[in-house]
């Protein structure tokens, strides 16, 4: 391609009436979203919603039962082959013999604009590890190897699967600096997550998935308020559900013994009329509802990281694709 970066023209993604289902399973049944350059998008969802799936159809890694995948105006396999996608997948095979920069090395010679091995080991935060070989590396640090493997080829778009699956604390935190270097030059990301931290520290936009649908799709705080209100907790003894679901803008009515916890969408009020009403009331918070809050209201799904970090199936395809 001969455009430069900056001026890719039109969506940088685009998915329509993605759907793949294995026998009885709809891992993705019906996804449309069109990204455009420069946006950085996560893709949220607890395991089993589709994630991977929906990674692997852009990425052409997976063949869509129905449904089409559109990155920059042209197929994934041919935004592959032209370097404008670097991706990075769970568990891509490292070489375990060749050293960090050798590894790095051996994917740019695959591609025609590639970024200088020391350029890309910076962009991920590895220039002291050129020298290691792969099979000497913690789980993070073979994370960031995978990261500047997908730099490397100086990509227009990075799509990676819970990349900071296989990190600690600090890992990830300099993982995410790295990151954003990378998308204030304005170039467009997708990453999958069930870490609703990420999203909302890291993202312009969420999508969340689940069971394989989009059920939601904005900013953070434009996701939240889809579910619009605040939680009061109080303990209460001797109200009732019936009298409670009176105050003002209550939606929910949760009674645990003596602590009750309402949801209402206009809490000041509600928390006035129910110290007038019951002055006893003590032990008062208000908080306001988050994005896991509105995860569980769009899905009822019980919570995002249920099932802890479980691997995905192994992947076919390899990152240097
Ligand atoms: P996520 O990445 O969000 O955890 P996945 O896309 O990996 O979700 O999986 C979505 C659903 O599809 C899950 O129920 C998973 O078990 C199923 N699935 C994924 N890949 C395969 C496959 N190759 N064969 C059968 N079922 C699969
Ligand atoms: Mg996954």
């Given at each position: 391609m001969t455009e430069p970066k900056t001026v890719a023209a039109g969506a940088a993604v685009t998915l329509t009436g993605l759907r793949k289902h294995y026998g009885e399973v709809r891992a993705v049944d019906g996804v449309d979203l069109v990204i455009a350059p420069g946006e950085v998008v996560a893709l949220l969802g607890p395991n089993g919603a589709g994630k991977s799936t929906t990674v692997d159809m852009l990425l052409g890694l997976t063949r869509p039962d129905t449904g089409a995948v559109t990155i920059f105006g042209s197929s994934p396999g041919n935004a592959v082959a032209d370097g404008r996608i670097g991706a990075m997948l769970q568990g891509g095979a490292l070489?375990?013999?060749?050293?960090v920069g050798e590894t790095v090395g051996m994917i740019a010679s695959l591609h025609r604009n590639p970024l200088r091995v020391a350029e890309a080991l910076r962009g991920a935060g590895i220039?002291?590890?050129?020298?290691?070989?792969?099979?000497?590396?913690s789980g993070g640090q073979k994370q960031r190897v995978r990261f500047a493997v997908a730099l490397v080829s100086d990509p227009d778009l990075l799509v990676l699967d819970?990349?900071?699956?296989?990190?600690?604390v600090q890992t990830r935190r300099e993982f995410w600096l790295s990151m954003q270097d990378f998308t204030t030059s304005g170039r467009t990301v997708l990453f999958a997550t069930h870490y609703l931290e990420e999203a909302e520290n890291y993202a312009d936009r969420v999508v969340f998935l689940s069971k394989g649908r989009i059920v939601a799709d904005g900013s953070v705080a434009g996701v939240t308020a889809l579910t619009s209100g605040r939680t009061i907790k109080a303990v209460l003894p001797g109200a009732t559900g019936h009298a409670l679901h009176k105050?003002?803008?209550?939606?929910e009515v949760d009674i645990r013994g003596d602590r009750i916890i309402l949801s209402s969408n206009e809490s000041d009020k509600a928390l006035r009329t129910l110290l007038a009403e019951y002055?006893?009331?003590?032990?008062i918070e208000v908080t306001a509802i988050g994005l896991e809050d509105a995860f569980l209201t769009l899905t009822?799904?019980?919570?995002?990281?249920?099932?802890?970090s479980a691997p995905t199936p192994p992947f076919e395809g390899n990152e240097t694709r």
């Open positions: 070489l375990d013999d060749a050293t220039e002291d590890l050129a020298n290691r070989r792969c099979n000497k590396l819970e990349p900071t699956a296989a990190m600690d105050l003002p803008g209550v939606s002055p006893q009331a003590y032990d009822g799904h019980a919570t995002l990281s249920d099932g802890g």
